[in-house]
């Protein structure tokens, strides 16, 4: 038989879990959430206007001795549908997601995925050769490769008697 006392210290025990578990999904998510906008429908549209408009697009970023590698979590696309650019310090990933609607009649129940154009743009921790960076799309992951510039080097100028 269970006491007062056991009952009490489980559902505090359950409910700190659960807070737990919250806390850890929304900082790791945090960075994460990206917006997505849907384009205004037309008749032969490939996107619906109630999808929703926040998804995640998460990413990895491995700093290496000569280079970064970014890793995008981008399910869904194509290739031709992500548009990548540096602008100063700031990796810039645009893209558009299109829907490919079931056309069977019958109706969503349920629609949890975002659709439509976003934006998401990572602070670089370190100068790179733009011009030389490399990016690839395969299995819904985006892979870019931005060699980094070389560290400005620090020169000590003399100031002379006049």
């Known amino acids: 038989?269970?006491?007062?006392?056991?009952?009490?210290?489980?559902?505090?025990?359950?409910?700190?879990?659960?807070?737990?578990?919250?806390?850890?999904?929304?900082?790791?998510?945090?960075?994460a959430l990206t917006r997505f906008k849907p384009r205004a429908p037309s008749a032969d549209d490939d996107?619906?206007?109630?999808?929703?408009?926040w998804g995640l697009l998460a990413a990895d970023m491995f700093d290496a001795d000569?280079?970064?590698?970014?890793?995008v979590e981008a399910p869904g696309m194509r290739r031709e549908d992500l548009d990548i650019e540096v602008q100063g310090?700031?990796?810039?990933?645009?893209?558009?997601?299109?829907?490919?609607?079931?056309?069977?009649?019958?109706?969503?129940?349920?629609?949890q995925c975002s659709y439509g154009s976003f934006r998401r743009a990572l602070q670089l921790p370190a100068s790179v050769h733009a011009d030389k960076a490399s990016a690839s799309y395969r299995d819904g992951v985006l892979r870019i490769e931005l060699p980094k510039r070389e560290p400005l080097h620090t020169h000590r100028i003399a100031v002379k008697a006049a």
């Open 1 to 31: 038989m269970m006491i007062k006392g056991d009952w009490k210290h489980g559902l505090e025990h359950a409910w700190e879990s659960l807070s737990d578990g919250w806390r850890e999904l929304r900082e790791r998510t945090a960075g």
């Open 66 to 71: 000569d280079k970064l590698v970014v890793r």
């Open 89 to 111: 310090d700031l990796l810039v990933i645009e893209g558009r997601k299109r829907l490919e609607r079931e056309r069977r009649g019958g109706r969503y129940r349920l629609m």
């Open 47 to 53: 996107e619906l206007p109630f999808s929703s408009q």
